[in-house]
């Protein structure tokens, strides 16, 4: 959805390395969440945040921090990358007004920490 | 724990024939209840969703969805596959009564041979 931008699209980097990761959206809406792929394991939710003061830890969210700057923009960082964060992340983006939260996802970042 | 299952890691089907992708969560409520589909390299685009109402919803594309109470299932159907359909297929399931936190199966990759 053009509506979720996110970048950088690829990102190769080696270990020990800080990394960020931003999602930018023009929705208008209030929430949003980081995701991360991994084959044969679906998505699983990192962090999430429902307005610019509440940020709240997701299943997997050891190794990770965000920011979450405006309502439109929200940062996932790598303090010290390490190989088995290698993985397609995803933001997405929701309306807590909307009927059955439909959550809306940007095109993704793939990350490859060697 | 809950948790969302789709059994079938892959799937192929000849176009044009039919095609049923199995979803199934535990849970004890009636959940809100999501398809996506992902095509190589996109992000996630909802298919259809549920939450309360008729149990056969209507999504895009030409798929619809059965929800089954009684199986805690969420089947995804379509009733002629098409070559474009190819693509992987997510599960999700909000436990949360519309909170916002969705839980992923592990997906079902879609192949279609012509």
């Known amino acids: 959805d053009a509506d979720v931008t996110q970048t950088p699209r690829n990102r190769i980097t080696k270990t020990g390395k800080r990394i960020m990761l931003e999602c930018s959206q023009t929705k208008g809406h209030d929430r949003m969440y980081w995701y991360r792929q991994d084959p044969g394991l679906g998505l699983r939710l990192i962090y999430y945040?429902?307005?610019?003061?509440?940020?709240n830890k997701g299943e997997i969210s050891d190794g990770y921090s965000v920011s979450r700057q405006a309502q439109a923009k929200f940062s996932l960082s790598l303090e010290s990358a390490i190989p088995n964060q290698t993985a397609l992340y995803f933001c997405a983006t929701s309306d807590r007004l909307a009927s059955l939260n439909e959550q809306f996802f940007g095109p993704g970042t793939r990350l490859t920490v060697l | 724990a809950q948790s969302v299952t789709q059994p079938d890691i892959h799937i192929t089907v000849s176009e044009g024939a039919s095609l049923e992708l199995r979803c199934n969560y535990s849970y004890g409520a009636t959940p809100y209840l999501f398809w996506y589909v992902q095509s190589p390299g996109q992000g996630l685009q909802l298919l259809l969703k549920y939450f309360s109402g008729d149990t056969l919803v209507q999504g895009i594309k030409g798929f619809e969805a059965e929800f089954k109470r009684s199986q805690s299932s969420f089947n995804l159907r379509k009733p002629s596959v098409h070559w474009s359909d190819a693509a992987e297929y997510f599960c999700a399931v909000d436990f949360t009564g519309g909170g916002n936190k969705l839980t992923f199966g592990t997906g079902t990759q879609l192949k279609v041979e012509l």
């Open positions: 945040s429902f307005d610019v003061k509440d940020i």
